[in-house]
Every structure is written in structure tokens, then in C-alpha cells.
């Protein structure tokens, strides 16, 4: 068929290993990859030169009980989290995806700057159609960064469903090496047991009147526990689950690489005992700051340092729930038995196989909800050197509202965002389409850097929130220093540069942005191309809580030739369409 030679890769997949050759006749051997996130990582070695790696992702739907309650889970190689994918600072990475859901599907590499593989990231409508079931797609990229990353679907709800997994990047001159024995990665979420194809068009409908859907459970790395006796009649649910159970030695010290794969849910994380030291935030480097407690919101990540010093026995790992939006009685699960309080277990070697019955340190949960780690607290490791030449600014207004017919929509600067399912604008813009032109619907900022040094040319954005939610905002291609993170003010008078951090600001690629208030970033417009800019809470993104940042489009269109393979997935959906009459809607 047409549609099939499109497609400029040849995959042979094993049950392990496989081989891959491009186009160019060039072989890979390529890695099927399971991974387990309760055993303490093993890094890369460092090599000479970047090299490159090749994984297979197989995605497949399978019954998995992650919280004791078996339901459908979009997994990837059968597991859920996704298995971890390891790489070192400058290496380029090759993953096969070969779509078995019986559904289109698309994996987003979140945090990954993607510099002239635009086309890679990821987002469907944005930058790439969907891939077909029945496909394997290759994402290849190099990697110009390092530290704690992840993937996740960027389609649907598949990311309510599972597919979501870590992606670490090591930095052979990482200036914390040497301050650790051993390193951990460990994921947080929110769980749901509908599925988010029968929770989305209910969540979509007209009349629906309810906030966010509820979620059931959380889980810690892939574990938590429901509460079975609220299950329906004829399920399967355990309410003996196992708990999120990592080992350590006393007298060492762990990194743990935390990450926050919720679809809703803001968490925060703590162990009875042992205080936390942060020295990463998002992928980069801070100054080491203790603390307590750790709030994380929706896409944010942290490498903490754990000493373990404490007397032989078992600790409490505790990720307390934090829900930042409203809810109401016609709210989808509203009613839902949620623990807000999931625990997991800190095991020292030779400790008693039983719960642990440490108590908390005196816990103020409510201070930190839906909040970050006050930025005032962060300072880089490396000094920052924030850039000056502001080309551009943007003010973002953050609303809801509703469409003629009724239904609940996000609005940014009063448009709700709808992709061109089968046109990316990526692709529109490399084929000559006036990006300037783009419908309102596309909810485009177009912005040019056309002096000399572009890695000096900045832009702001002055995100404000007119609601009572707060947001994790994350930008796609791009780190951003945290200029002012304001607190009620809604932008009628906008901020006063005199508060802002001009000096030592952290660098971040999520933001949290409170109710009804001011949050100011500024970044480097070194990377052209058309980046995502949108809330990470999965419900407002399918409601249109998004901008696409369009990047010095005469640069791209000139230096941009997408790939056979991309533009085929768009050749591929007009054939699946007309055979089989369906239009799948994507966030």
C-alpha cells in the first residue's frame, strides 16, 4: 500500500532485542526495555563521544490492578509506570513506537528542547499527526540537556490511562557525583478506574455543569491501594495491594528522582525522619536546599538527596493529595472514598518485614497545596545569566467559559484551542501557510528574532489567572527563569519590575500559577520552531487551555525539511478515516 511505503524505517521487533535500518542502510541494535522503578538505578557509563540508543515501546493494552482494582491500562511493553529509558547528556535516542492499542497515539518527550527535530515533540495537530494503530513510528533526537525527565501521551486521555514513564538523562560532569551512593526514580499520580474514553465525552458533553473529574486513588511508582469496599458489584479488586516499597542502607546516602505523572492531582511528598535536599529542579542544577516537605505539582520534577541515618526499621514514604480545582455534587466521581494520604514504604536493610509506624514531623499540607517551592528558596547552581533583549511580550488571560450550545470550555485570551487534527501547524508553516493567517481557534503567538544573536533575544509572558484554579504551566522547547510568581493580583494592574528576579531567578520548565494572580517568565527565543504552551492538568487541556508559541517561522520554514515518515502519519489518518468513518479528538 501507499500509506505503508511512506514509512522510511524498517522494524523487526524480538521479545528482547531487535535490529533497526533507516533508509540510509544504517543498523541499530535496538532495545526492547522493561524496567523496575523499586531497584536502585544503574547509570550509563559515561563513553568518549555521544552515542546512539535505540528502544522498542510496544503499546498495548492490558488488565493491570495498580491501586488493587483491575481495569484496562494503556501500557507500555505491558507495564505501568511506562519503563524507565536511560540515556547520557548528548546521545541521540531512537525509540520505536509500535501502536497495538487499537486506538491513534502520539508520546510527548516532556522537557526535551528538540532543537531542528520540531517535528518530534510529540503533540498531535501541533507538530505530528497521530500514529495509526497497527504502526510503528520512530521519534529520533539528540539530547542537549540532562537530568529528570519523562514521556507521556500528548492524545486523548492515554495519559489518564497509563501511558506515561521516566527518562533520564545523566550529566558526566553532574557536580553532585560523589554526594550519593545510590539513586531511586520515583513517580507520583492520581488514578482513575473509568477509563478516559468513557470519562472524556461524558466530561465534554453539552450539559455537563461539573468541575474536573475525580480520581479514585493515587499511587506511588505504579502502587497504591483503593478502597475495594467502594468498587462496583463484579469487579476484581485486592484490598491487600502491595505498598511502594524502596530499600536503602543505613549510612548511605539516595538520590531520588521524583516525578509527578498526575492527570489532576498536586502532590506533596515526604519521609517520616529523613529531611529532603533538593538539587534539581525540572532538569536543572540548584543550590542544595533541605527541606521537610516537598510540593510538586503536575509535570514538576525534583532530585532530592535522602541520608539514611536513622535507626533500623521502616519509614513512612508519604505523598499527601492536594485537588486545585472545585468540585461540586455534579462533578464526574465527586463522591469518590479518595485517600488523600498515600504512603509508601522507606525499608532499611535488615529492618522487620512489617508497616511502618513512624509518625510525621509536624505537617502543614495546607500551606504548601497547589503551590511550588517558594522560587525565593531556589537559587541555580550555575549562575544565570538572564537575557535582556525582550523581542515580545505576551500576556496570557486565563478563563472558562462556555460555547453557544453550553458546554464548558478553557479560554486563553478568550479562544479556546482546537487542533487541525490533520494538518499540523508545523507542517503548515514549513509548507508557506502565513502563520500570521492561522484561524482564532489556533490560539497562535507569532513572534520573530531577526537580530544577529538570538540566544540573547527574549520574550515574556504574563500569565494571569482569572480563576480560582491554580495551574501548572508548562512551556514545550524551552527552560524559563521564574521572573515573579505573584500572589492576588489579577491584572488589572500588572506587576511592578521592581519585584521582579532579575538576579538569581530559577530556571524551570512547569510553573505553578495561583488563583487569581500574576505569574511572569521570561525565555530565550533561541530554538525556532512551534512550541506548546498549555495548563498540564489533563481536563482543562482537553477544555483548550493552550497556546501555540510560533517561533521565528521564517528561520524554521527556511532550515525545516520534515521528514517522509512525520508527514506520512498525516497521509496515514485521511486513509484510516475514510475506511473506517471516525475523527479522534486530541489534546
Known amino acids: 500500500m501507499k500509506f505503508e511505503l511512506i514509512f522510511t524505517f524498517l522494524v523487526l521487533i524480538s521479545s528482547s532485542n531487535s535490529a533497526l535500518i533507516n533508509s540510509r542502510g544504517e543498523s541499530y541494535e535496538c532495545t526492547y526495555v522493561t524496567s523496575d522503578l523499586f531497584k536502585p538505578l544503574v547509570p550509563l557509563p559515561p563513553t568518549d563521544s555521544p552515542v546512539t540508543r535505540c528502544y522498542n515501546l510496544e503499546l498495548v493494552v492490558k488488565d493491570l490492578a495498580p491501586d488493587g482494582f483491575t481495569r484496562p491500562v494503556w501500557t507500555v511493553n505491558g507495564q505501568y509506570p511506562?519503563?524507565?529509558?536511560?540515556?547520557?547528556y548528548g546521545d541521540r535516542i531512537l525509540v520505536n513506537v509500535t501502536n497495538k492499542y487499537g486506538d491513534p497515539a502520539s508520546i510527548h518527550w516532556h522537557g526535551m528542547f528538540q532543537k531542528g527535530t520540531n517535528y518530534y515533540d510529540g503533540i498531535v495537530g501541533v507538530t505530528q499527526c497521530e500514529i495509526p494503530n497497527k504502526v510503528t513510528f520512530l521519534y529520533n533526537f539528540t539530547l542537549e540537556q540532562y537530568g529528570t525527565y519523562w514521556y507521556h501521551s500528548h492524545l486523548q486521555g492515554q495519559i489518564v490511562d497509563g501511558l506515561k514513564g521516566p527518562l533520564i538523562i545523566y550529566d558526566p560532569k553532574d557536580p553532585f557525583y560523589g554526594k550519593y551512593d545510590y539513586e531511586y526514580v520515583m513517580t507520583v499520580s492520581d488514578w482513575y478506574h473509568t477509563p478516559s474514553g468513557i470519562l472524556l465525552p461524558l466530561f465534554r458533553a453539552d450539559k455537563y455543569r461539573g468541575f474536573d473529574p475525580m480520581p479514585d486513588s493515587g499511587d506511588i511508582s505504579g502502587l497504591g491501594q483503593c478502597d475495594c469496599s467502594a468498587a462496583p458489584k463484579n469487579s476484581t479488586c485486592n484490598p491487600n495491594n502491595k505498598m511502594a516499597t524502596y530499600v536503602v542502607k543505613k549510612g548511605k546516602k539516595y538520590r531520588f528522582r521524583i516525578i509527578n505523572t498526575s492527570s489532576l492531582v498536586h502532590f506533596t511528598i515526604s519521609i517520616d525522619n529523613h529531611p529532603l535536599t533538593i538539587m534539581e529542579v525540572d532538569g536543572d542544577y540548584v543550590k542544595p536546599v533541605t527541606l521537610n516537605t516537598i510540593p510538586i505539582n503536575i509535570a514538576q520534577r525534583y532530585s532530592v538527596i535522602l541520608d539514611a541515618n536513622q535507626p533500623i526499621d521502616n519509614y513512612k514514604i508519604r505523598a499527601h493529595i492536594s485537588v486545585c480545582t472545585p468540585n461540586n455534587n455534579l462533578t464526574i466521581n465527586y463522591n469518590a472514598p479518595l485517600n488523600?494520604?498515600?504512603?509508601?514504604?522507606?525499608?532499611?536493610?535488615?529492618?522487620?518485614?512489617?508497616?511502618?509506624?513512624?509518625?510525621?514531623?509536624?505537617?502543614?499540607?495546607?500551606?504548601e497545596a497547589c503551590r511550588d517551592v517558594n522560587p525565593s528558596s531556589l537559587k541555580p547552581y550555575y549562575e544565570n545569566k538572564v537575557p535582556k533583549n525582550v523581542i515580545s511580550t505576551f500576556k496570557v488571560l486565563v478563563t472558562f467559559g462556555n460555547l453557544p450550545t453550553g458546554k464548558q470550555v478553557a479560554l486563553i485570551n478568550n479562544s479556546s484551542f482546537v487542533p487541525n487534527l490533520n494538518y499540523p501547524t508545523n507542517q503548515q508553516v514549513v509548507e508557506g501557510v502565513d502563520p500570521y493567517k492561522l484561524p482564532p481557534s489556533q490560539n497562535a503567538h507569532v513572534y520573530?528574532?531577526?537580530?544577529?544573536?538570538?540566544n540573547d533575544a527574549a520574550l515574556d509572558i504574563y500569565i494571569v489567572n482569572n480563576s480560582t484554579d491554580s495551574h501548572p504551566f508548562h512551556l514545550h522547547g524551552h527552560i524559563f527563569y521564574i521572573l515573579f510568581n505573584g500572589e492576588n493580583n489579577t491584572g488589572i494592574d500588572p506587576p511592578n519590575e521592581a519585584d521582579f528576579n532579575f538576579?538569581?531567578?530559577?530556571?524551570?520548565?512547569?510553573?505553578?500559577?495561583?488563583?487569581?494572580?500574576?505569574?511572569?517568565?521570561?525565555?530565550?527565543?533561541?530554538?525556532?520552531g512551534v512550541w506548546f504552551f498549555h495548563c498540564h492538568i489533563q481536563w482543562h487541556l482537553n477544555l483548550g487551555m493552550a497556546v501555540q508559541m510560533i517561533e521565528s517561522p521564517s528561520i524554521f520554514k527556511n532550515t525545516t525539511i520534515i521528514p517522509a515518515d512525520v508527514t506520512g502519519l498525516c497521509a496515514g489518518i485521511d486513509l484510516a478515516m475514510n475506511k473506517d468513518n471516525k475523527n479522534s479528538k486530541t489534546e
Open 82 to 88: 511506562a519503563p524507565l529509558l536511560q540515556a547520557n
Open 340 to 367: 488523600y494520604d498515600v504512603t509508601g514504604i522507606l525499608k532499611y536493610e535488615g529492618a522487620e518485614d512489617k508497616l511502618p509506624t513512624s509518625k510525621a514531623d509536624s505537617l502543614n499540607y495546607t500551606s
Open 448 to 454: 520573530e528574532c531577526n537580530s544577529g544573536d538570538c
Open 503 to 528: 538576579k538569581d531567578p530559577v530556571t524551570r520548565d512547569v510553573v505553578t500559577v495561583l488563583p487569581n494572580s500574576t505569574t511572569v517568565i521570561r525565555y530565550s527565543v533561541n530554538n525556532p
